[in-house]
């Protein structure tokens, strides 16, 4: 199946996603940006169109790297300025190291095995793992329009195949809980849509 509209477009995914998390879409930023120490190497898996790199981290940390499946959104990186690869991040074996590796909205493509996805994220990480993912689910709004934007902004475009999966809180609690004592914080950003996790590789 080919890629979604939305994703076909990086200011029109970026106008959805504002949408969807509203005068709260600044602070999803801030809430990732805020957990990367100044001048740390990043590696950002499911990129997107560089939201973060370009609106929080640009400046201010040292290396950037972002991933992503979507060949648009890899091109619109470089564009940026930044180094950016295409990889499909269920078929990696090993991804680059970096101080600080950063997933945000985007561990729910990887149910039902997510786990895998996060392990490998510790495995890159010198110094920190952020994991930031929606437990509010986008897809369910009482707006009906909104919620249909919810569906497209988060399909890549891969086919009906799991993508319709999300976690709520209690599954993202239990999955984070295999990390124990090696997360190091846990919140929820301003709204509630996202709960964010630092896992420490060096504490597992
Ligand atoms: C909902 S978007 C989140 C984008 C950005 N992190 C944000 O918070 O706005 C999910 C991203 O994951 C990417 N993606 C989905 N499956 C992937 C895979 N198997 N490997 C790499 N990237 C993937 C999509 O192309 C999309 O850019």
Redo the contacts with the bound molecule.
């Keep these: 199946m080919s890629t979604s509209l939305i994703?076909r477009s990086a200011a029109g995914y970026e106008l959805v996603?504002r949408a969807l998390y509203g005068r709260h879409y600044a602070a999803r930023l801030s809430a990732v940006a805020d957990q990367v120490p100044a001048n740390a190497s990043v590696l950002e898996?499911?990129?997107?169109p560089g939201?973060?790199y370009r609106r929080r981290l640009r400046g201010r940390i040292g290396a950037y790297t972002g991933?992503?499946?979507?060949p648009r959104?890899v091109t619109r990186l470089r564009r940026m300025g930044a180094s950016a690869l295409q990889?499909?991040?269920?078929r990696a074996e090993a991804l680059p190291i970096a101080d600080v590796v950063i997933m945000?909205?985007?561990l729910y493509?990887f149910l039902p095995d997510a786990a895998a996805v996060v392990d490998k994220m510790l495995a890159a990480a010198r110094l920190r793992a952020i994991v930031a993912e929606p437990v509010r689910n986008l897809t369910s709004s009482r707006l009906p329009l909104l919620a249909a934007l919810g569906r497209r902004?988060?399909d890549?475009g891969?086919g009906p195949d799991g993508h319709e999966q999300r976690f709520d809180e209690a599954a993202l609690d239990q999955l984070m809980g295999r990390y124990g004592g090696a997360v190091t914080a846990a919140f929820t950003i301003p709204g509630g849509r996202e709960k964010v996790f630092v896992i420490d590789p060096r504490l597992r």
């Design positions: 994703y996603m898996l499911c990129a997107g939201a973060l991933v992503d499946l979507n959104f990889l499909d991040l269920s945000q909205a985007s493509h902004a988060t890549p891969a």
